[in-house]
């Protein structure tokens, strides 16, 4: 089993910035890809940012500029810098793991409130 811990989320002010941090552990062979997604009220699930193995990386458009995703692979672990921060990004952010055997992972989520 793959377990996912993420930390980070908060209040924060339009225009600010916070970072995610997703540790994952467990029975971890070959890691695919790691990535955040997020869900707002009433909305479906939608990707944000991921990390393929090997090095690309994917966003959504609505956070191009503004967001970077990192891995640091001695410590599976994945981090989302987040800047200009808008109201729009209010969600829970989830972290995924997509194993090698395409097997999905999923941590418990993390809030992140852009208000003023």
């Known amino acids: 089993q793959v377990q996912l811990v993420e930390s980070g989320g908060g209040l924060v002010q339009p225009g600010g910035s916070l970072r995610l941090s997703c540790a994952a552990s467990?029975?971890?062979?070959?890691?695919?890809?790691m990535g955040w997604y997020r869900q707002a009220p009433g909305k479906q699930r939608e990707l944000v940012a991921a990390s393929i193995s090997g090095g690309s990386t994917n966003y959504a458009d609505s956070v191009k500029g503004r967001f970077t995703i990192s891995r640091d692979n001695a410590k599976n672990t994945v981090y989302l810098q987040m800047n200009s921060l808008k109201p729009e990004d209010t969600a829970v952010y989830y972290c995924n793991l997509e194993s090698g055997d395409l097997d999905d992972y999923w941590g418990q989520g993390t809030q992140v409130t852009v208000s003023s």
């Open positions: 467990g029975s971890i062979v070959n890691i695919n890809a």
